[in-house]
């Protein structure tokens, strides 16, 4: 069983930045593709960005170009890096772990076994 930890949530005003992150514990062995998801209040659960245990990564389209993530396979962590942030990011935040080797367009959730209990990230002014 591997236990995922999110941290890094809070209010920010748009424009601004947050930085997510997510430790892995436990049996670690065999999650190689991390990804975030996020679901806003009323809607379903959206991919928001994946990456292989290379370093490989895919994003999706709203969140290109302003978000960044990163892993430290040392620290068994992934990070979010959350720039330029827009009121239509507010949701909770899901950091998830999957068995598929690489990161590709059109993951979803039936893609990702483990899940953390996730970080809400509120954007308002």
């Known amino acids: 069983q591997v236990q995922l930890v999110e941290s890094g949530g809070g209010l920010v005003q748009p424009g601004g930045s947050l930085r997510l992150s997510c430790a892995a514990s436990?049996?670690?062995?065999?999650?190689?593709?991390m990804g975030w998801f996020r679901q806003a209040p009323g809607k379903e659960r959206e991919f928001v960005v994946a990456i292989s245990w290379s370093g490989s990564s895919t994003y999706a389209d709203s969140v290109k170009g302003r978000f960044t993530i990163s892993r430290d396979n040392a620290k068994n962590t992934v990070y979010l890096q959350m720039n330029s942030l827009k009121p239509e990011d507010t949701a909770v935040y899901y950091c998830?772990?999957?068995?598929?080797?690489?990161?590709?367009?059109?993951?979803?959730?039936?893609?990702?076994?483990?899940w953390g209990q996730g970080t809400q990230v509120t954007v308002s002014s």
């Open positions: 998830a772990g999957s068995r598929w080797a690489t990161a590709r367009i059109g993951m979803s959730s039936a893609d990702f076994r483990s």
């Open positions: 436990g049996r670690t062995a065999g999650t190689y593709t």
